[in-house]
């Protein structure tokens, strides 16, 4: 389900009308879990056509010196501490209810943040480009990033 605003401990990078993206969806909790385990639950499988799709992102984004991300691994060992690195992204707070995740670089910063709060599990994610890379790479990324998330909440309802 698509939600109007950020559920309570989510954080976006800036106000919503000085976002370039922006983007709430939820599902109802299948059980009591922490935000990072709703990760886990999510990302616990590839989804189909992921690798290809981030093999596809970092050969034309190596074009424009962008650090390759190689995508998820879905290989967590142990819950993550602020600092920590999950994959292509910076943990940059994390509670029972929330794991806020970033990515900078000079095209863009990227915030996710995955709350596990009223029974609701939601992936809040909200971008700031910086250039007219970043803007021309969040057309595909953003109209794809919907999808994806979905098909990952489907995987914890």
């Known amino acids: 389900m698509v939600l109007d605003r950020p559920p309570e401990g989510a954080r976006i990078l800036a106000t919503k009308e000085h976002l370039n993206y922006f983007d709430v ?3 109802p909790l299948p059980r009591e879990m922490t935000a990072y385990e709703a990760w886990q639950d999510m990302l616990s499988r590839p989804l189909f056509g992921m690798k290809t799709a981030f093999w596809v992102r970092d050969r034309i984004s190596a074009l424009f010196g962008v650090q390759k991300i190689g995508g998820f691994s879905s290989q967590y060992r142990h819950a993550p501490t602020k600092g920590d690195r999950l994959d292509f992204f910076v943990v940059e707070d994390i509670d029972n209810e929330r794991l806020i995740l970033v990515q900078r670089d000079r095209h863009l910063d990227v915030m996710t943040a ?4 009223g029974g609701i599990m939601a992936v809040t994610s909200s971008v700031l480009t910086h250039n007219l890379f970043g803007k021309l790479y969040m057309l595909p990324v953003g109209i794809a990033h ?3 998330v979905n098909s ?3 995987r914890v309802a």
């Open 25 to 27: 969806r939820g599902v």
């Open 114 to 117: 995955i709350t596990t709060s």
């Open 146 to 148: 919907r999808h994806i």
């Open 152 to 154: 990952l909440l489907r």
